[in-house]
């Protein structure tokens, strides 16, 4: 691509001199990111102008960046649809169209974008799409916008590199977190790419193992752009042990030399299995790519297997075997109260219904006895009667009835009447002791008018009365 443009580049100074020649869109910020430095690299001493846009930055400097002429846009669909909308580039004189991870870009969450962006282009052009697998649909996708496409294959395809080794590591749900601080540590590991399924499940792994000792941060969508690419670097520096990541660090991202991937949570769709373990064993280099496989995870694992049509071969870590955590045998009972209950009857259990606990959860030596009403227990307590709520409730238990509740006692109603009463009379005993400082401090002629507007009203009101 930057060969052909060099050939018709222009050394002018002037932004309308560098229309925009080729657009290159990618799915994540970022892949174009490192689309855009790349370009730079390879064109370093060519006379071509690039841009970068993608969101999560401001706005306003990639417009100026724009307004200054630029031969190749390197974007993300979002942010260039709103340039679009703001009316702050022209895409008509687009020569080359490159769409990086097609079959992510042209999957149903983008589809309508790039539609949108095919519509503003010129429609004599040069398409170029790339990807690590390629499905068939994808395939009935591209095959709309592009005329008798040439197919160029370096590798049989959703076949990962023969130079990644594959493993698996069957292990209880609970114990992944655990079992891969135990790899990381026992194994020495210093540059760890981890994939998580959710955004929060990277956050949670990030800090648990942060708390092991571990080195550790989370990408995802949910970050913002600079904790983004402050992470990214950090790991590519070695200078981060385990990055925990989202798919958004599986598509195109190149880490010089990973040696390790961990699939913390195997991936729903098989094809995103090539492209996560694609991050190590990348340019002639070796790399492990490891996976955690619990009971849920068999299903998905049977449908990666079947993609790359070979088997992934499972070794059981000593100490972390499935089923390892709940076979061991549950402590017994502490206590009397412990011993009673396993050595008594579920029969003799229920006659002790009523019994209260009292001390280090210890039962009472002796039960409750129904006596008469007005009778006092060994403690001063009173007892219920025979035939009491306490006997009724015990009754309705056993028969595997839910308690009967009982509504407490109505109050008579003149008891009701004279508690309004009453607090009436406090609110205005209140009301006039309040009034009393204000009514001496006032004027006379005031105080006048205070006095003679209350007896009118209370002629009116007996009047009318």
């Not at 130079?163 to 194994?187: C, F, M, N, S, W």
């Not at 760890?192 to 648990?208: D, I, P, Y």
């Not at 000792?213 to 949910?222: K, P, S, T, V």
């Amino acid at each position: 691509m930057l060969q052909l443009l060099a050939s018709k580049s222009n050394i002018s100074h002037s932004p309308a001199r560098h229309p925009v020649r080729c657009l290159v869109l990618v799915p994540t910020r970022e892949l174009a990111a490192q689309v855009q430095e790349s370009v730079r690299t390879y064109g370093k001493h060519m006379k071509l102008r690039t841009a970068v846009i993608y969101g999560g930055v401001g706005f306003a400097p990639q417009v100026q960046e724009l307004r200054r002429g630029v031969d190749i846009v390197v974007a993300t669909p979002g942010r260039l649809l709103d340039h679009v909308g703001q009316k702050t580039i022209d895409l008509r004189y687009v020569e080359i169209l490159v769409l990086d991870e097609a079959d992510r870009m042209l999957d149903m969450g983008f589809i309508h974008d790039i539609r949108r962006v095919l519509a503003l282009l010129p429609s004599k052009r040069q398409n170029l799409l790339f990807s690590a697998t390629f499905p068939e649909e994808v395939r009935t996708l591209a095959s709309g916008f592009m005329h008798d496409p040439v197919t160029v294959e370096v590798a049989r395809r959703n076949m990962p590199i023969e130079l990644i080794g594959q493993v698996a590591h069957p292990v209880d749900k609970d114990r992944k977190r655990e079992l891969l601080a135990h790899l990381v540590k026992t194994g020495n590991w210093q540059q760890v790419l981890v994939f998580c399924r959710t955004k929060h499940g990277a956050n949670r792994l990030a800090e648990q193992l942060e708390q092991d000792g571990i080195e550790a941060d989370a990408i995802h969508g949910n970050k913002s752009q600079p904790q983004r690419t402050k992470a990214l670097k950090r790991f590519k520096d070695c200078e981060l042990q385990v990055l925990v990541a989202t798919d958004i660090a599986a598509r195109g991202i190149d880490i010089e030399s990973l040696p390790h991937v961990v699939n913390y949570d195997l991936p729903h769709v098989p094809e995103d299995y090539v492209h996560r373990i694609g991050r190590t064993g990348r340019a002639g280099e070796s790399g492990q790519a490891v996976s955690l496989v619990s009971g849920e995870d068999r299903a998905y694992l049977r449908d990666i297997e079947r993609l790359i049509g070979k088997k992934i071969d499972q070794q059981v870590i000593p100490g972390f075997e499935v089923g390892s955590a709940y076979h061991s045998a549950k402590p017994e009972p502490q206590g009397r109260r412990g011993q009673q209950r396993q050595s008594q009857p579920r029969s003799s259990r229920n006659q002790g219904n009523g019994q209260r606990n009292q001390g280090n959860g210890q039962r009472r030596s002796q039960p409750f006895s129904f006596g008469r009403r007005g009778e006092r227990d060994e403690r001063g307590g009173s007892l219920p009667a025979p035939g009491g709520r306490g006997r009724q409730h015990s009754e309705r238990v056993r028969a595997g009835r839910p308690p009967q509740r009982q509504a407490a006692p109505a109050l008579p109603q003149e008891k009701i009447q004279q508690s309004v009463r009453q607090e009436q009379l406090e609110y205005h005993r209140h009301q006039q002791q309040a009034e009393e400082p204000r009514r001496d401090a006032a004027p006379a002629n005031e105080r006048g008018k205070e006095k003679a507007v209350p007896a009118l009203f209370g002629l009116v009101g007996r009047k009318v009365a």
